[in-house]
Nanobody, 123 residues
Framework: QVQLVESGGKLVQTGGSLRLSCAAS????????MGWFRQAPGKEREFVAT????????YYAYSVKGRFTLSRDNAKNTVYLQMNDLKPEDAAEYYC????????????????WGKGTLVTVSS
């Protein structure tokens, strides 16, 4: 089993920045992709971003491209989501996830989910 613990969610003003973190522990695979999904009230969970094990490949949803940046520190089994220029439509519960690779993550084939961290954006 793998445990994912997210942190960093809070209330921020429109145009502000926030950094989310997600730490993995337990029986992590030798290599795995990490990423983020989000779910706003009344909406389905949607893909936000994913990063390969090496960190050399990142993929973003169109709605966050250019504003969000994903990075990872494998020594700490941690992934970071830097969110800039936040908009009210970014408000959601953000969930960390792991998958075999970035392609399977983008396809929604998730191995493990975190419990989420709430991001609220005031207008």
């Amino acid at each position: 089993q793998v445990q994912l613990v997210e942190s960093g969610g809070k209330l921020v003003q429109t145009g502000g920045s926030l950094r989310l973190s997600c730490a993995a522990s337990g029986r992590t695979p030798n290599t795995y992709a990490m990423g983020w999904f989000r779910q706003a009230p009344g909406k389905e969970r949607e893909f936000v971003a994913t990063i390969s094990w090496s960190g050399g490949n990142t993929y973003y949803a169109y709605s966050v491209k250019g504003r969000f940046t994903l990075s990872r520190d494998n020594a700490k089994n941690t992934v970071y989501l830097q969110m800039n220029d936040l908009k009210p439509e970014d408000a959601a519960e953000y969930y960390c996830a792991t998958a075999r690779d970035t392609a399977t993550m983008r396809g929604g084939r998730i191995n493990y989910w975190g419990k989420g961290t709430l991001v609220t954006v005031s207008s």
